[in-house]
């Protein structure tokens, strides 16, 4: 813009006065420079004062008239340069309008498409949780039948093929649950990364529609308006300030990282519709393994105690032959005893025959000889009793030991049918559908 013209400055002609030293007693005459002045002046010097005076206020208006007509010039200068550059910047304000524009309906559009793909990822993740909530009941069963089959007698104690399924199954479960976390983790660091490019692309596009309206108001800014002032420390350009080829590459890279990240988002929502596909199938099938081998070992431990209970049967009914046949030993016993009692009883007396009657007669030699039957008898008799006792004592441990091992089998039976199997039931029979619940 043109400088406007300076007029040079110039200085006033001096006017050199000289005054004629007076030669009257105490007179000042001549002294008025020397320092402050207390006498009156003289009338040459009055006149000469005036003169300066005049001739100050002629230059001055001769500035003045000159300044006036050099300040027309500048002022018509001025105001066309002013209205060329005012449209020239209009119309660039205009232009930029223009880009901004582009841009911010680029990021809208990359905005909603990014909003719409993180709700999906997000109802994706939340099957993923109720996935991993589903496969709490499982496992809980699991580990239930294996704590109930714990609980068997030491004989049905056994690692059987129940067992091996079960922890097959319980690694199975642990594995798919882990594997279920880590994708949750995935899906929610992959919905992290959406919304922090989802928000740098928010705050671009806020900071596009802020800078539109700031330079759609300035193109209505004209020198009528009532709400323009001076700004003098804004007519500068900022250190941090970026450049047109910088401020388009700034837009461009947020829309190509969010196209990533939408590509990204795309690919897991598909990887985890597979794992929850493949899970629930794998659970499926070894739901059905399990439960094929519960049906053998309950048929297996039915079998068994089928036999157990037979073989008890007859147990049974030799104890009872066995008690009746000790019933009748003890019997013969005690009835051998009163019969030795008797001959006892009659030798005893016998001792007390007088003098020559202590005879060793015919009846003595056969008491004698009946208590020792009689005593003979008694000692096989009891021989046998021990030995039926015997017997019957091992029947009775050998009921015992058939009802410990029905009891036993009752208990496997039990804790297999009744507590494992009927807790299956609770068993989800679909991982896939109870993702959706």
């Given at each position: 813009e043109p400088q406007p013209t300076v007029v040079p400055s110039c200085p006033l002609p001096s006017n050199t006065c000289n005054v004629v030293r007076s030669e009257r007693p105490r007179s000042c005459c001549g002294m008025a420079m020397?320092?402050?002045?207390?006498?009156?002046?003289?009338?040459?010097?009055?006149?000469r004062r005036n003169a300066g005076i005049?001739?100050?206020?002629?230059?001055?208006?001769?500035?003045?008239?000159?300044?006036r007509a050099e300040s027309q010039?500048?002022?018509?200068?001025?105001?066309?340069?002013?209205?060329r550059a005012q449209e020239y910047s209009k119309t660039t304000l205009g232009q930029r309008?223009?880009?901004?524009?582009?841009?911010?309906?680029?990021?809208?559009?990359?905005?909603?498409?990014?909003?719409?793909?993180?709700?999906?990822?997000?109802?994706?993740?939340?099957?993923?949780?109720?996935?991993?909530?589903?496969?709490?009941?499982?496992?809980?069963?699991?580990?239930?039948?294996?704590?109930?089959?714990?609980?068997?007698?030491?004989?049905?104690?056994?690692?059987?093929?129940?067992?091996?399924?079960?922890?097959?199954?319980?690694?199975?479960?642990?594995?798919?649950?882990?594997?279920?976390?880590?994708?949750?983790?995935?899906?929610?660091?992959?919905?992290?990364?959406?919304?922090?490019q989802k928000e740098n692309c928010e705050l671009d596009w806020s900071d596009k529609v802020e800078t539109y309206h700031i330079d759609d108001k300035c193109v209505t800014y004209c020198t009528d308006s009532t709400n323009v002032q001076f700004h003098p420390s804004s007519v500068k350009f900022e250190e941090s300030a970026s450049t047109p080829k910088s401020w388009a590459q700034f837009s461009h890279d947020n829309i190509s990282s969010a196209e990533q990240e939408k590509l990204a988002s795309v690919q897991l929502r598909s990887l985890i519709n597979s794992i929850i596909h493949d899970a629930s199938e794998d659970l499926r099938m070894q739901r059905a393994a399990v439960n094929e081998a519960f049906d053998n070992r309950c048929r297996e431990l039915d079998d068994a105690?089928?036999?157990?209970?037979?073989?008890?049967?007859q147990i049974l009914k030799d104890i009872a032959a066995e008690e009746a046949n000790i019933v009748d030993l003890k019997k013969s016993i005690r009835d051998k005893e009163a019969h030795l009692k008797v001959a006892h009883t009659r030798l005893f007396d016998r001792s007390f025959r007088p003098n020559i009657e202590l005879c060793r007669d015919e009846p003595q030699f056969r008491l004698i000889s009946e208590v020792e039957e009689l005593t003979v008898l008694l000692e096989a008799l009891k021989r046998k009793l021990m030995e039926s006792e015997q017997n019957l004592k091992n029947l009775e441990e050998t009921r015992m030991k058939l009802e410990k091992e029905i009891a036993v089998k009752a208990n496997s039976l039990f804790i297999d049918r009744q507590k494992c199997m009927s807790y299956r039931v609770r068993f989800p029979v679909d991982l896939e559908v109870a993702s959706y619940k």
């Open positions: 020397a320092g402050f002045r207390t006498a009156k002046y003289q009338v040459p010097e009055w006149h005049y001739y100050k206020a002629f230059t001055a208006s001769e500035e003045a008239d000159r300044d010039h500048l002022m018509k200068h001025a105001a066309a340069s002013a209205q309008l223009q880009d901004i524009h582009f841009w911010r309906v680029e990021l809208q559009k990359e905005i909603m498409e990014l909003d719409a793909e993180t709700n999906l990822l997000a109802a994706q993740k939340l099957r993923l949780e109720r996935a991993l909530d589903a496969t709490e009941v499982p496992y809980s069963v699991v580990v239930d039948n294996l704590e109930c089959r714990e609980r068997r007698q030491p004989p049905d104690l056994v690692i059987d093929e129940v067992e091996r399924q079960l922890l097959k199954e319980a690694d199975l479960i642990r594995d798919i649950r882990d594997l279920l976390k880590r994708t949750i983790i995935q899906a929610t660091t992959q919905i992290r990364s959406n919304r922090i105690k089928f036999r157990l209970e037979q073989h008890l049967q």
